[in-house]
Structure formats: C-alpha cells, structure tokens
C-alpha cells in the first residue's frame, strides 16, 4: 500500500465561519498555495450556490481565493473538466449538507478517483460535516445515528459531527451502536482532527474532539494537541 502525502481534516460543521481561521491558515500553508477548489455537492437541494457564496467570501478574509465546482449529480462527477479541476487541485473542500447524497453522487465515480489521487499525491483534502462523515468507514446515518458503509479514506474511523450540540438521544444511539472494531470521534464545530500523510492526528480548530471506543471511558482532547486513534488507517 502507498502511503498518502496529503493532509486531510475532518471538520465538525460550521466551516467557512470566523472560528475556523487557525484551522484554515494550516490547511492552506499545507497546501503550498492561496486557492481552494470548494464542492458544494452535499448542499445540492439547500442552495448550493450560497455554501460557494460563503467559502469565497471566508477565504477571502484570510487572504486566499476560494471557487466552486458545482459537482451536484452523477453525471457532473462524471464530468471530465471537473475531473480534472480536481485533479489539478492541491486543496479541496467538501462543504456540509446531506451525506446520503454526497455517497450517490461520489461513490465509485470519477471525480472521488481524482480526489484520492489529489490527497495520496500531497494535495489537501478537508470535509466538513457530511463530508467528513462519508469519508470514512463506517459512517455515521444522519437518519438516526446508526451506521452505515461509507467511503472508507479513512478505515475504523466513524466522525460525529456537531458533537457539542447534537440531541443526546442520536449520540447515545451512535455510541451503544458502535462497532468493536471501530473508533467513534465526536468533533466539535469549527475543529477538525487532521493528519498529514500517516502521521499523528492533531486536534485543530476553535473546541474539541470526544474519542469513543467499546468497553473504554471516552476521552476528550482539547486544539493543539494530538489524539490516538487506535487502528484507524488512512487509506493508501
């Protein structure tokens, strides 16, 4: 297996907002440029253009460019410009929205290939919310805090966004739920937990991160510093 050499964050929600400035500014210096591609893909029936409004808007506050490619159905992520814009790409975001429709629209396509193609070749790889859900294996079900299968970039890894204000009843759910051989990690909004390449996650952004395992107290880790994951793999 390959190792990759990107850096990929998995962000909680609220991205494009005021508290994710220190989580933005390393993605960007990891990056190597002042660009950022944005899919607004999981926004596609709740204003899509408006999720690109607020990433151009954001990123140009902290002084880069942002631009969106408006990947919204199959037939766009099987599209080959837009293939290759991410190909071309060395940081891509995945904005939040609906899961279950980012995994029908990416799932086997073209453009998820350039995606990973992007992120093994040293490019930057953030998602947030639904994104950040689908990437990994198993994923989180928006429908009632069951799993489901998802992408699998990131293997025994399940992330639970909006962790600090999520109803009590869905988190439970996802915790009793949890496989044995899996992690689940609650993420704050405006935080991420990021690794570059296959080295320590690191604990970014403007709160905290909840690490949940079969059988063992949760711990909870605060920014700046790293969280073990156990057999959670980045997948090469």
């Known amino acids: 297996m390959v190792k990759p050499k990107g850096t990929l964050a998995l962000v909680g929600g609220q991205e494009f907002t005021d508290g994710c400035g220190p989580l933005d500014e390393l993605l960007l210096d990891r990056s190597g440029g002042k660009e950022v591609l944005v899919l607004p893909t999981a926004a596609a029936f709740e204003h899509p253009d408006r999720a690109v409004e607020r990433a151009v808007a954001w990123f140009a506050s902290i002084g880069a460019k942002a631009k969106g490619l408006m990947v919204l159905n199959r037939r766009d992520a ?6 290759a814009a991410v190909r071309a790409a060395r940081f891509v975001y995945l904005a939040d929205g609906s899961p279950l429709h980012l995994r029908s629209v990416i799932k086997d396509s073209a453009l998820y290939g350039a995606l990973v193609e992007m992120f093994r070749g040293g490019g930057v790889l953030a998602a947030s919310g639904a994104g950040a859900t689908l990437l990994c294996d198993p994923m989180v079900d928006p429908r009632g805090g069951a799993y489901t299968v998802g992408l699998g970039l990131v293997s025994g890894l399940a992330i639970f966004p909006y962790h600090g204000t999520t109803a009590d009843h869905i ?7 949890l496989p044995a051989d899996a992690v689940l990690v609650g993420v704050d909004e405006q935080t991420a937990v990021v690794r570059e390449g296959d080295g320590h996650w690191e604990v970014v952004g403007a709160g905290g ?7 063992a107290k949760p711990k909870t880790v605060k920014a700046g510093s790293t969280i073990a994951l156990g057999e959670a793999a980045t997948a090469g």
Do not use: F, P
Request: glycine share 4%; no cysteine.
């Open 78 to 83: 099987e599209n080959d410009k837009h293939v």
């Open 209 to 215: 991160v909840t690490a949940y395992r079969k059988g």
């Open 171 to 177: 988190r439970e759910r996802s915790i009793d739920l």
